[in-house]
């Protein structure tokens, strides 16, 4: 099936989220049932609270850790992979422990396994849940039959502050669009069937608002109202929930004073009660323990208890339940019935995956030599990195390259490093298969071009011998391309950052180059947007190109070169200087919105409005919006509203448009953003072409929590906005009638 078939089968799906798949955990037949009873008959109280313990796998420490397997108290493993050595760990579990109960074989399969694909932040970045499904699908075939059974993905954490290493990992800022790419994830891991041998358990984290962190500092304090949760951090959740994840990883941080760990509120009353979960719950790594350094425990042992009172079901590493809870346990303060829940739990995953009766799910060494890196795999990955691909500036035309240009120049730290285009976690991708911007463009450019190359200066370091060198290769060429931003350990945890600008030096090697007169192609690779005031001012040609994993260079010579035009949309708002952060484009309007005058809400020193809006990329080619239709003037509360747009190609080149819909409740009793993103379609395009494009407006988008937290639809008038980016398009209106 191409990616065209797939993306016209399952949008609607995933859009709609939620099918049968959410039942694949949680759910019980009564055969299922009745042999978790069994088993939990028959354990003692440390087999019961092992299975609850997960542990990092250690090469140094395995004999150890595979006797803890023979004695019943290891419920699963991180970090352990290949087919072989899975095999092994299981075949003990299921042929040497007393009750032969299999494991959990968990890993950090984010954006690949041995495919390294576009980081997710990329990936949102195609505004095509199709493409980003499909990308899960090839890690979940490669993991699987490396005997990986879990993974601890998707990270559909809604980041507004890009100082947050994290936001790598994740969809940007918006909610909607968080919760599409969020369910596509989802049924990409775990397809129609958790059995099956291509298919992982999910993960949904980090539940919740990990993303909020003050001042963008990981695992730093969350302090938000109960309705930024509940509007702007849960969505994504509840769509990963309704979409069938089989599992939900706590998050490090408090939130209003309490740590997820730790919040009963959050794990059992919303995520249980109130969205029907019937999944397991795991923490985070050493999440539990440091519950003691957040001082809401003053003891391993009243973490522990903390923590499985609130619904966390499995222990990442801490081995604080298998350690410190049986005398908890048998002193009578936490009641057996709450470890068999957990206990259950963990086995209903086990049973999910099919694991009591394959409990190698498939894996061998022959399937996993058979799916590692294929062709078909490495093809996909270069398509979705082409769509993550986001044009930001073309002033002069300059993109796509000619071929009468016979001279470029590559310059840049990130040129030809082979371990920046991987990304943050990049799984099991080998740098050696990756292929750089400048292999990409010397493949592509052809003998008729000169390529030359400069690296110009390092990454973050300030030496700045080689800008001489740059540029004079510069003044030698007809363009220079100009590879700039961050290392892929830059993005991701424990990367947060100050400062947006470019690091180290590279800022000066740009001016060096710029001052040649030599036109320049920036290219810029990182995990975050990236404040380039400068370079938006003085650089005619701006390309964002994230991390884009091991096709990065073939990607992105087929945009540079004009074979495929550039469709990507950026799923966050770029700022002008780190100063504006956090910014995102569904803001509150405030008493006193920014306009002329002194007393309103701007800065002195620099204008309001982004570098460059949320939603906002360009084409080779041009599109516009007309003819607004709305179904109807008016619908009632439980309603529902078609809008359609007309969207043509205006240029001479086919190409691909994100045509984006957004809405806005004018008067409520609770104040309202001033635009929601409530619905998107790609759509492609011949020259001169038309094509309707159609949202259905709903409660869903309609809706909000008001001041007694229930969610409601109130009565008035909303303007809705259809167009190719947050900050424009074509404009209509339309009332909810009722009593308010």
């Keep these: 099936m191409t990616l ?85 760990a299981q075949h003990v579990a299921v042929t040497e422990s007393r009750l032969r109960i299999p494991l959990l074989l968990g890993y950090d399969v984010i954006h690949g396994y041995r495919t390294t694909f576009p980081i997710p932040l990329a990936e949102a970045s195609t505004w095509d849940p199709a493409a980003a499904q499909a990308a899960a699908h090839v890690a979940a075939v490669e993991g699987a039959a490396a005997g990986v059974n879990w993974t601890f993905a998707p990270m559909v954490d809604i980041a507004r502050d890009p100082r947050w290493g994290r936001i790598a990992e994740g969809s940007g800022e918006d909610p909607y669009l968080g919760s599409v790419m969020a369910a596509a994830w989802v049924h990409g891991f775990q397809g129609a069937d958790l059995r099956a041998s ?23 304090t969350v302090d938000v109202s109960e309705r930024t949760l509940r509007e702007t951090y849960l969505p994504p959740f509840r769509a990963a929930v309704d979409a069938g994840a089989g599992t939900i990883m706590t998050s490090f941080n408090e939130i209003a004073g309490l740590p997820s760990t730790a919040n009963r509120w959050l794990v059992t009353t919303l995520l249980r009660g109130e969205w029907k979960f019937r999944g397991m719950v795991v923490s985070d790594w050493t999440s539990i323990d440091e519950l003691r350094a957040h001082g809401v425990a003053g003891s391993r042992a009243e973490a522990g208890r903390l923590a499985l009172e ?30 068999d829940a957990a206990v259950r739990r963990v086995l209903q995953a086990k ?14 060494v022959e399937r996993e030599r058979a799916t590692s890196l294929a062709p078909q795999h490495r093809e996909l990955a270069r398509r979705v990195a082409r769509e993550a691909i986001v044009l930001l500036k073309n002033d002069t035309n300059l993109l796509p390259l000619d071929t009468t240009r016979h001279t470029l120049a590559v310059i840049g730290p990130l040129a030809d490093d082979k371990v920046a285009v991987l990304g943050p976690w990049a799984g ?38 080689g800008i001489a060198d740059a540029v004079a290769l510069a003044r030698q060429a007809d363009v ?3 590879v700039l931003g961050e290392g892929g350990y830059m993005s991701g945890e424990a990367a947060s950052r100050s400062a947006l600008d470019l690091p180290g030096v590279q800022q000066q090697l740009l001016e060096a180059v710029q001052a040649t007169g030599t036109p320049i192609v ?18 005619h040609t701006i390309v964002q190109a994230w991390f884009l994993g091991v096709e990065t260079g073939h990607a992105l010579a087929d945009v540079l070169f004009g074979d495929v035009s550039p469709s990507g949309k950026l799923p966050v708002t770029v700022p002008r200087s780190v100063g504006q952060v956090p910014i995102y484009y569904n803001h509150k309007n405030t008493g006193r919105p920014p306009a002329a005058g002194k007393y309103n809400s701007k800065y002195i020193d620099l204008p309001v409005s982004p570098l460059y809006p949320f939603g906002y990329g360009l084409s080779y080619t041009t599109f ?20 359609s747009a007309a969207v043509t190609n205006t240029g001479a080149r086919e190409g691909t448009e994100v045509a984006q819909l957004y809405v806005r409740d004018e008067v409520a009793s609770i104040t309202r953003p001033v635009r929601a993103l409530a619905g998107f379609q790609r759509v492609t395009l011949r020259p001169g072409e038309t094509q309707r494009v159609e949202f259905v407006l709903t409660a869903r988008q309609l809706g909000f929590y008001n001041e007694a937290m229930r969610f409601t639809v109130e009565p008035g008038r909303f303007l809705v906005f259809v167009g190719p980016s947050s900050a424009e398009g074509i404009e209509g209106a339309f009332e909810v009638q009722g009593n308010r």
């Design 624 to 643: 516009s919006y007309s003819d607004l239709r709305l179904s109807a003037p008016r619908i009632g509360p439980a309603g529902s509203l078609t809008v």
């Design 310 to 339: 609130a619904g966390v079901d499995m222990d990442m590493v801490s081995r604080i339940y298998l350690d410190d809870l049986p005398a908890v346990v048998r002193a009578g303060r936490i009641p057996v019935a709450t470890v």
């Design 198 to 220: 291509d298919a992982v358990l999910a993960t949904a984290k980090h539940f919740a608002a990990y993303g909020g962190a003050e001042g963008g500092r990981d695992y730093n």
């Design 351 to 364: 049973l999910a995956l099919g694991l009591f009766d394959d409990p190698y799910h498939g894996a061998t």
């Design 4 to 88: 065209m078939q797939l993306r016209n089968t399952v949008t609607a799906l995933i859009i709609a989220v939620g099918n049968s798949a959410a039942a694949q955990v949680g759910a019980q037949t009564s055969v299922a049932a009745r042999k978790i009873d069994s088993l939990l008959a028959r354990m003692t109280l440390e087999e019961k609270l092992g299975q609850l313990n997960l542990l990092s796998f250690d090469d140094r420490s395995s004999p150890a850790q595979l006797d803890l397997v023979r004695r019943g108290l290891v419920g699963g493993f991180l970090n352990l992979t290949g087919a072989t050595a899975t095999r092994d």
């Design 480 to 482: 220079a391309v100009v």
């Design 428 to 465: 099991h991708g080998d740098p050696q298969d990756a292929v750089t911007p400048l292999e990409g463009i010397r493949a592509r450019a052809g003998e008729g071009t000169k390529v030359l190359y400069a690296k110009g200066c390092g990454i973050a370091d300030s030496a700045t011998a």
């Design 522 to 539: 920036l290219v810029l690779m990182s995990g975050r947007p990236l404040a380039v005031a400068w370079a938006a001012e003085h650089v």
